[in-house]
């Protein structure tokens, strides 16, 4: 059973619309990321958290927002979606040391008509 | 700037031969290496990692050898198995991130 989730693991959207990707993770990691990735190109880090109330920008601008007011939550926004952001979106935690890698969500595949 | 390199972005192999994965990096202050495996519709998976003091770790069927010197290293899988059909990321740790390459499709032929 996984043990970061996200949800939903599909959306089709139209343009305009306020969308929330969510991401739990029940392992009581600290830190937690967004990556953004396009079929055939690497993952981009586009948001990342240290800790509650911690959130950084990435190194791939971004319009979208974070929050983490919880450490199992952390949730992405974006408040008007464009067809500019279709990209599959991948949350992910890891423990103090990189050494162990960070656990993966499924990812959410995002389409915007 | 990319600065995890991974070229030949596919490779098919014969079942029960060796899959041999390569990946350049840039930033000398790299400590830690990584490699995943991600299949369709899935995140990627912890595989292998490789500190920058050691230049081998192996892992049942999988390798991982690093040259810092050439900034290099490579995954080796053996034998590859049908179930080892994924994109493979190479993965460098710098400044509490990773940095990712572009991902290498391996398919595995029966």
């Known amino acids: 059973e996984a043990d970061i989730y996200q949800t939903p693991r599909y959306l089709v959207i139209g343009t305009g619309k306020k969308i929330t990707l969510e991401c739990s993770q029940t392992m009581g990691h600290d830190k937690m990321y967004w990556y953004q990735q396009d079929p055939g190109m690497e993952l981009h880090l586009i948001h990342y958290s240290y800790g509650v109330n911690s959130t950084e920008k990435g190194d791939l601008s971004s319009e979208s927002t974070v929050s983490r007011i919880r450490t199992e939550h952390f949730p992405l926004t974006l408040e008007s979606a464009r067809p500019s952001h279709t990209s599959q979106y991948l949350c992910?935690?890891?423990?103090?040391?990189?050494?162990?890698?960070?656990?993966f969500g499924s990812g959410t595949r995002l389409t915007v008509v | 700037d990319q600065q995890v390199k991974q070229n030949s972005p596919s490779l098919s192999v014969q079942e029960g031969r060796i899959s041999i994965l390569n990946c350049d990096y840039t930033n000398s202050m790299f400590d830690y290496f990584l490699w995943y495996k991600k299949y369709p519709a899935e995140g990627p998976t912890f595989l292998i990692s490789i500190s920058s003091i050691k230049d081998k770790n192996e892992d049942g069927r999988f390798t991982v050898f690093l040259n810092k010197s050439a900034k290099h290293l490579s995954l080796h899988i053996v034998p590859s198995q049908p179930g080892d059909s994924a994109v493979y990321f190479c993965a460098a740790s710098g400044n509490n991130r990773l940095a990712f390459g572009k991902g290498n499709q391996v398919v595995v032929i029966p």
């Open positions: 992910a935690s890891s423990p103090a040391g990189l050494g162990y890698g960070y656990t």
